[in-house]
């Protein structure tokens, strides 16, 4: 049995989220192909996440163990370690991620439990893990000139890839906000890929 988080960053309702639209779709084919897999949604909008408050990180250097994984903040790094496979679902924002999500990648980026240091520099924990990013963008970011400004998606595989995350796939439908693109087409085409993609996770 695997532990699946699905990490949820968009502020809109549900129901009126386009990216959700597809994680929700790979979800339930996901747990239609391995039913026995627990699935832990967390919604950080839900969670009310705040940014790391000022004065805190020295205490959270004596947290460890069981404390640590009821601690109000390093419980999450605890749960990002112990989980086997990872979907984030965020639109890009001002070409970056939605700063919550940011506040969360803080917040589970903690050296001694997702990552460590050594003699060599950084070494993941997180090791033999796989990830999907799913990603909704306005304007068109597979190709220059905006691939270069993208730091949505590049942002998330390198902070997961330092975590020790190198199976890392990104499902992106671009151009939803061009006025000329039929919407509906691209989200059908973006949740098709996101649904096969669910048969090999």
């Given amino acids: ?3 699946v988080l699905y990490i949820k ?24 192909i391995h039913p026995e897999d627990e699935i832990t949604v967390l919604d950080l909008y839900e969670e009310n996440l705040q940014f790391l408050p000022k004065g805190k990180l020295q205490e ?7 404390e640590g994984r009821n601690h109000p903040i390093l419980k999450y790094a605890y749960q990002f ?21 940011k506040a969360y990648i803080d917040y589970v980026a903690v050296g001694g439990i997702t990552f460590t240091y050594t003699a060599h520099g950084p070494v993941g924990m997180c090791k033999n893990k796989k990830a999907v990013n799913i ?8 190709s220059e000139p905006m691939e270069s400004l993208e730091m949505a ?7 997961f890839h330092f975590m020790g995350i190198t199976d890392f796939t990104t499902v992106a439908a671009d151009r939803l906000d061009v006025i000329t693109e039929n919407t509906e087409e691209i989200l059908h085409t973006a949740i098709e890929e996101a649904e096969e993609l669910a048969m090999a996770f």
């Fill in 135 to 142: 990603i909704t963008r306005g304007g068109d970011y597979s």
């Fill in 9 to 32: 960053a968009n502020a809109k309702p549900e129901g009126e989220s386009r990216t959700f639209r597809i994680s929700d779709s790979l979800i339930h084919k996901y747990m239609e």
């Fill in 153 to 159: 998606d590049k942002y998330l595989r390198n902070i």
């Fill in 1 to 3: 049995m695997s532990k």
């Fill in 60 to 66: 959270l250097r004596n947290v460890a163990g069981d």
């Fill in 81 to 101: 370690l112990e989980a086997d496979k990872y979907i984030i679902s965020e639109p890009i924002w001002n070409l970056g991620i939605p700063a919550i999500l």
